[in-house]
């Protein structure tokens, strides 16, 4: 079983920042998979933010580039999400996400809100 935990939303004046975090634990599987970060904001279709992948770099979403950052950290076993310069648009709730042996996870979620 794999649990993922998402932490650090909160509310931000647009221009502000905001880091989230990505815990997993469970099966110790950290080093191999890929994590990816989704929002969903009320009323639209959760969408990609970004993914990185094991012992690669990450990649971006359009809206993401330039802005976002995503990294991971193999000794805690998370993986992180720094979004600067955010935007009202920005305001959705955010989830990671993973899959492994054809089951995905979904931790669940963190809200962050952008006020102009």
């Known amino acids: 079983q794999v649990q993922l935990v998402e932490s650090g939303g909160g509310s931000v004046q647009a221009g502000g920042s905001l880091k989230l975090t990505c815990t997993v634990s469970?099966?110790?599987?950290?080093?191999?998979?890929?994590i990816d970060w989704y929002r969903q904001a009320p009323g639209k279709q959760r969408e990609l933010v970004g993914s990185i992948p094991s012992g690669g770099r990450a990649n971006y979403a359009d809206a993401a580039k330039g802005r976002f950052t995503i990294s991971r950290d193999y000794d805690k076993k998370t993986v992180s999400l720094e979004m600067n310069n955010l935007r009202p648009e920005d305001s959705a709730d955010y989830y990671c996400?993973?899959?492994?042996?054809?089951?995905?996870?979904w931790g669940q979620g963190t809200q962050v809100t952008v006020s102009s």
């Open positions: 996400r993973t899959s492994f042996m054809e089951t995905i996870y």
């Open positions: 469970g099966i110790d599987i950290f080093n191999i998979i890929d």
